[in-house]
T-cell receptor, first 116, second 112 residues
Framework: AQTVTQSQPEMSVQEAETVTLSCTYD???????LFWYKQPPSRQMILVIR??????QNATENRFSVNFQKAAKSFSLKISDSQLGDAAMYFC?????????????FGKGTRLSVIA | DGGITQSPKYLFRKEGQNVTLSCEQN?????MYWYRQDPGQGLRLIYY???????QKGDIAEGYSVSREKKESFPLTVTSAQKNPTAFYLC???????????FGQGTRLTVV
C-alpha cells in the first residue's frame, strides 16, 4: 500500500523568509502524481501545486515550488517570501496514475505558522 | 456557481443515532470521495465512487455507508456502529482520472 509521510507536525517561519516542508512517500509504481494542499483556518482544502512523476522539471507556482527527488521518493514544498496568509495546515498527497479515479492518499499534515 | 456543497456545516447528534451527511456537486464530475479528518491524522478515506451506482470501501469504512444514485450526489451515513464518529468530514470530486480533486467545505459532526 502506498503511504505518505510528513515528518514535521509543526513549522514556523518569519514573514518574508523561506520555509521548506518535507514529504516522503512509499510506492512501487512508476507513474503517479504528487500534490500539496493547503488547509487554512476556514478548513477549505486548496490545491497549491502538483507534480507528475514522469516530469523531471520541478513544478513552480509563483512563490511555491517543489523539490521532487523520484529516486529518493521525496517531494518537499518550498514557500518563498512567506506571507501571513500562508499560515495553514499543509498536506502532501499521492495518487497513482491510471485510467481509473483512484483516491488521493494523504500525509498527516504540517501546521505552518508565520510570524510577523 | 459551480462547486461542491456539503451540508450542514455543523451537525450534532446523540450517541446511537444514525446521521446522514450531504454532498452535492454541479460540476458533472464522475468520481466522488469521502474523507474523515481527525487532529494529527490527516485525511483518511472512507468511501469513494467512480461512477453512478458503484462505490468502493476506503481504509476506514466500518460504521459508514454510502449511496450513489445520482451523479451529482454522494451522501454519507454515519451509523451507530461507528465507535467514534465525532470528526470533520470532507467530500471531494474529480472530473477525470488525471486531474486534481476538488473539495467541499466540510461538515463538523459532534456526537454527544
Amino acid at each position: 500500500a502506498q503511504t505518505v509521510t510528513q515528518s514535521q507536525p509543526e513549522m514556523s517561519v518569519q514573514e518574508a523568509e523561506t520555509v521548506t516542508l518535507s514529504c516522503t512517500y512509499d510506492t512501487s509504481e512508476s507513474d503517479y502524481y504528487l500534490f500539496w494542499y493547503k488547509q487554512p483556518p476556514s478548513r477549505q482544502m486548496i490545491l497549491v501545486i502538483r507534480q507528475e512523476a514522469y516530469k523531471q522539471q520541478n513544478a513552480t507556482e509563483n512563490r511555491f515550488s517543489v523539490n521532487f527527488q523520484k529516486a529518493a521518493k521525496s517531494f518537499s514544498l518550498k514557500i518563498s517570501d512567506s506571507q501571513l496568509g500562508d499560515a495553514a495546515m499543509y498536506f502532501c498527497a499521492y495518487r497513482i496514475q491510471n485510467s481509473g479515479n483512484t483516491p488521493l492518499v494523504f500525509g498527516k499534515g504540517t501546521r505552518l505558522s508565520v510570524i510577523a | 456557481d459551480g462547486g461542491i456543497t456539503q451540508s450542514p456545516k455543523y451537525l450534532f447528534r446523540k450517541e446511537g443515532q444514525n446521521v446522514t451527511l450531504s454532498c452535492e456537486q454541479n460540476l458533472n464530475h464522475d468520481a466522488m470521495y469521502w474523507y474523515r479528518q481527525d487532529p494529527g491524522q490527516g485525511l483518511r478515506l472512507i468511501y469513494y465512487s467512480q461512477i453512478v451506482n458503484d462505490f468502493q470501501k476506503g481504509d476506514i469504512a466500518e460504521g459508514y455507508s454510502v449511496s450513489r444514485e445520482k451523479k451529482e450526489s454522494f451522501p454519507l451515513t454515519v451509523t451507530s456502529a461507528q465507535k467514534n464518529p465525532t470528526a470533520f468530514y470532507l467530500c471531494a470530486s474529480r472530473p477525470t482520472p488525471n486531474t486534481e480533486a476538488f473539495f467541499g467545505q466540510g461538515t463538523r459532526l459532534t456526537v454527544v
